[in-house]
């Protein structure tokens, strides 16, 4: 694997462990929420739950690529990880809005 490529995974290594902590602040705060809001908050949580798997996966697919698929994983993976920034905006601000 080129440096490049290296740096390029460990950034998204990074990025992914930072998600999963998001999510484990997210889910208490699901859990400490009045009733009416905690059914909301956790199904967020599922959701973004579900997306960073996704990302996860993607990261997985890069990883084991050969170096001439792995540009075009590249640009799927940035698209994962703009989504991801966006869904963990929202899910934040609605939930420290409530």
Known sequence: MDDQRKAYMDKLDAQ???WRAELE?????ANKAQADAKLEYQQRVRELSGKVAEAEAKYNNMRE?????WQSLKDG??????DLKSAFSDARNKMTSS
Do not use: G, P, T, Y
């Open 16 to 18: 992914i462990q930072q």
């Open 25 to 29: 602040r997210l889910e208490a705060e």
């Open 65 to 69: 690529a050969q170096s001439d698929a």
């Open 77 to 82: 993976m940035e698209q994962a990880v703009d």
